[in-house]
Structure formats: structure tokens, C-alpha cells
């Protein structure tokens, strides 16, 4: 099965790109080593060993496993949705084992996982390029907008309940990106009611027709959906953290996290190696020592990519015939005309 998605693959890219792939994985992995190694040098050895070796793993696996079980379930479900509502009807399972299967990918980095997913779905539901990445755009906005949401409820239950917040950006910095969010959402939503009183046929390219196409229950659909995302991933990283001994407030939690994510998404390290370390070293300081910091910040995107790979093989020979079926499809240009663009019920 394994060697059926990898035919698929290297059917689907020229051939002279396979040596990029091997600079493309050796220069993330050399940059992971050089972080790891500059926070390595302070570290004493032995209480290195004896936070890996103290570390709770009945709670920290489940902790980590389950939520990125939970998260490949919603975040295929809400492709399906979006596919559903501004194009046409898509069995969920043929979203489900083909985003799992191809978690194979992100062993070499997370954006071919992406990447071939995106190719996937445009062949599996017969969606131009220009419309599936608007769909893209409109969930990543709305994932933006719903989680700052989050971060303003966590910053108003400081203020007002008085809690200490510590932050080596500096609360000025946060509330400033905060307010920048919500005014970009204040745009988008300023736009799309000038344009729905003033200009209600104007033609929209696909890249962000869906922002005036979508209804209400639409944007409050994946809010809903995003923000419970959020909890389970807030949830995530408190008790894995707490399987090693570092007790980070909820609050500081809520809000620094997704600067955290951000950085260890940065696409420099190889499955977030290093970044990882950077970001929760900088930002929760005060909490744990080096030691365990980086005990910690090896074993989250290791046990990652392990989860995902785990996720993979069991859905590999579900998704295969899917992805072959697709791969094996004619190009967009022979495919049928995109159906007209119509709000989803």
C-alpha cells in the first residue's frame, strides 16, 4: 500500500525535483540541530535525563495522541463542509483517509501534506485551483479571527479577575495585534455589506467570492467548530506540559500558545525541531527549567509526526483506491466546468 502512494507521487512530479526534496529535508534538519544544540549547551545533563525519565507518559500520550486524533476529524469535516456548501456534496470518508494517509508526507514537511491534499481534493471533487484556495483562505481567516476572539475572553478574565500575566513580548505588543486582527475582520465584514447594499451582482473572483457568498450560520458554523479546536489544543498543551512537571497558568496558556504554534511553524525546522524549543523557552520562561524545557519541546512535535504516521499507515489502504482514482484522473483543463457558484443551504 505504502508503495502505491509513493507511485502516485512520484508519477504526479517531475523527476528533476526529487533531488530537491533531499536538500529540502537535509537543510530543515541541520537548522533543527543547530537550535537544539544552542539550547543544549546550558543544559545540565543529568537533570536532562531525569525530566525525560520522570515524565507521566500515561498522561502525556493520551494527552497528545487523542487531541490530534480529534483534530484530523474536524478539520477534515470542516473541508467537507466548505466543499459541501460552496460546491457540491463530498463523502466525508473521502476527505478523511486521504488528509490521514497523506500525513506520510509531512514526515518530509508538513506543507507537501498539505500541498497534496490540496491536488487531491481538486482532482476527488473536481475543484478549480483558484476556488478550492478561496475556500483555504475563507476557513484560515475565520480560524484567525475565531481564536483571537478566544484571546480577547482570556485578556478580559485577567484584567478582570486580577491574574498575573507574564509575557516577554509585553501586554502593549499582544493588545496591539489583537486590535489589528479585529480590525481586519471589521474590514471583511465592512466590504462584504458595502457590497451586498451597494453592488449585489458584482462578479467576485473564486480567491474570495466565498467571503460574499457565505451566510451567517456559515461563519458561525466554522467559528464554532474552530474555537472548540482551540479548547482541545489549550487542553492538549497544559497536560502535556503538566506530564512533565511544568504548570504554565491557563490564562498565559490561552493567549500566548498560538504565538507559540506560529513559531514552531515557522518552515525553517524539520517537523518543528528547534522552533519548538525557541518558542516555548522564550515565551514560558519562568516555568520550568532548561532541562526540562527542552525534554518537553523534543517529545511534543516528535510524538507529532509519530501520531500522524500511526494515523497514515491505518488509513492507507482505505484511501489508497481514492487517491489512485484521483492521481490517476485527467487534468483540470479535460475535467467537467466548475458548477455555478451558488450559497450553500
Given amino acids: 500500500m505504502l508503495k502505491n502512494l509513493t507511485d502516485i507521487f512520484e508519477k504526479s512530479s517531475p523527476a528533476r525535483e526529487k533531488k530537491l526534496f533531499l536538500g529540502r529535508r537535509l537543510i530543515p534538519l541541520l537548522i533543527s540541530g543547530l537550535i537544539i544544540y544552542y539550547y543544549a549547551r546550558e543544559v545540565n545533563w543529568s537533570e536532562l535525563r531525569h525530566a525525560l525519565l520522570s515524565a507521566n507518559l500515561l498522561l502525556f500520550v493520551p494527552a497528545r495522541f487523542l487531541p490530534l486524533f480529534i483534530y484530523l476529524l474536524v478539520d477534515s469535516y470542516l473541508l467537507k463542509l466548505l466543499i459541501d456548501w460552496f460546491h457540491q456534496p463530498l463523502p466525508l470518508r473521502k476527505v478523511v483517509y486521504p488528509r490521514a494517509a497523506l500525513y506520510l508526507l509531512a514526515l518530509i ?72 486582527i479585529w480590525a481586519s475582520l471589521a474590514l471583511c465584514l465592512g466590504l462584504v455589506f458595502y457590497h451586498h447594499r451597494r453592488h ?107 501520531a500522524r504516521a500511526v494515523f497514515a499507515l491505518f488509513a492507507l489502504p482505505a484511501a489508497t483506491k481514492d487517491l489512485q482514482e484521483a492521481f490517476g484522473a485527467k487534468r483540470d483543463s479535460e475535467s467537467p466546468p466548475d458548477p455555478e457558484q451558488k450559497p450553500g443551504p
Fill in 200 to 306: 449585489p451582482g458584482a462578479y467576485h473572483r473564486p480567491l474570495w467570492s466565498i467571503f460574499f457568498l457565505a451566510r451567517p450560520h456559515h461563519y458561525f458554523k466554522v467559528a464554532a467548530w474552530t474555537l472548540l479546536l482551540a479548547l482541545i489544543g489549550v487542553a492538549n498543551n497544559y497536560l502535556c506540559a503538566l506530564s512533565f512537571g511544568v504548570r504554565i497558568p491557563i490564562h498565559e496558556l490561552v493567549v500566548q500558545l498560538p504565538i507559540a504554534e506560529l513559531v514552531a511553524a515557522v518552515p525553517i525546522a524539520f517537523a518543528g525541531l528547534g522552533t519548538t524549543t525557541f518558542a516555548w523557552q522564550s515565551l514560558f520562561r519562568p516555568y520550568a527549567s532548561p532541562a526540562v524545557f527542552l525534554s518537553l519541546t523534543i517529545a511534543l512535535p516528535v510524538t507529532t509526526y509519530l
Fill in 109 to 180: 514537511h508538513i506543507q507537501f501534506s498539505n500541498g497534496g491534499m490540496f491536488l487531491y481534493l481538486m482532482r476527488a471533487a473536481g475543484l478549480k485551483a483558484e476556488k478550492l484556495a478561496g475556500m483555504v483562505v475563507f476557513r484560515f481567516a475565520w480560524s484567525v479571527w475565531s481564536i483571537n476572539f478566544g484571546l480577547t475572553l482570556a485578556l478580559l478574565a485577567t484584567w478582570i479577575f486580577g491574574w498575573k500575566f507574564y509575557s516577554p513580548l509585553g501586554l502593549g505588543l499582544i493588545l496591539l495585534g489583537i486590535g489589528v
